[in-house]
């Protein structure tokens, strides 16, 4: 497809792993992104990986690349309530970058 | 990371006015300035890309005479909405990147409202 597509909402209880997915356009974009977005805030990145890697993790962080698929997920696990925003992936190729329309997290108690 | 100010994080003006957002790198030089806007439950547009210098770049549709777009110095790019109807209202956020970072730092957007 020509958009970077990400579902809209997710919602999951404190403690347990979220799990958010992205397809991307281009098999040539040189690095993946996440952001994060928080309430009237501008976009924090969260982590990024290039795209000659399968997995990159930190901390509670974990993100999967599949590069036939031109399939990107973030995974967070012990998700907390502090995660709740939205969350952005995005894909660069050179100067430009394209961006999903955002998942939202909602964490419940 | 990098820190990037934009300013101001909210403003709102009357219909048929100018209105000027700040971007500054605080801690690096910024080669490449980037002009989103983000309208509600659709992703992050690019409006348009600047290199200090010289004229800025616009994506399809986006009108640059209405969207002035100044990068003067490695630490300032400036985004003037001119005439401004309510349709503009909208979140623009300015994003940098520097000659040796492999990503662009976001600054804190602004609410614009045009009434």
């Known amino acids: 497809g020509e958009d970077v597509e990400q579902s809209l909402f997710l919602s999951v209880r404190e403690g347990d792993s979220s799990v958010i997915n992205c397809t991307y356009t281009d098999s040539s974009s040189t690095y993946l992104y996440w952001y994060k977005q928080e309430p009237g805030a501008g976009l924090q990145l969260l982590t990024y990986?290039?795209?000659?890697?399968d997995m990159k993790q930190d901390q509670r962080l974990t993100v999967l690349l599949n590069k036939k698929d031109k399939h990107l997920s973030l995974r967070i696990a012990d998700t907390q309530t502090g995660d709740s925003a939205i969350y952005f992936c995005a894909e660069s190729m050179g100067n430009d970058m394209r961006f999903g329309a955002g998942t939202r997290l909602t964490v419940k108690p | 990371g990098a820190v990037v100010s934009q300013h101001p994080s909210r403003v709102i003006c009357k219909s048929g006015t100018s209105v000027k957002i700040e971007c500054r790198s605080l801690d690096f030089q910024a080669t490449t300035m980037f002009w989103y806007r983000q309208f509600p439950k659709k992703s992050l547009m690019l409006m348009a890309t600047s290199n200090e210098g010289s004229k800025a770049t616009y994506e399809q549709g986006v009108e640059k005479d209405k969207f002035l777009i100044n990068h003067a110095s490695l630490t300032l790019s400036t985004l003037t909405v001119t005439s401004a109807h309510p349709e503009d209202s909208s979140f623009y956020i300015c994003?940098?990147?520097?000659?040796?970072?492999?990503?662009?730092?976001f600054g804190q957007g602004t609410r614009l409202t045009v009434v």
């Open positions: 994003s940098a990147r520097g000659q040796s970072n492999t990503e662009a730092f």
């Open positions: 990986i290039f795209s000659n890697m």
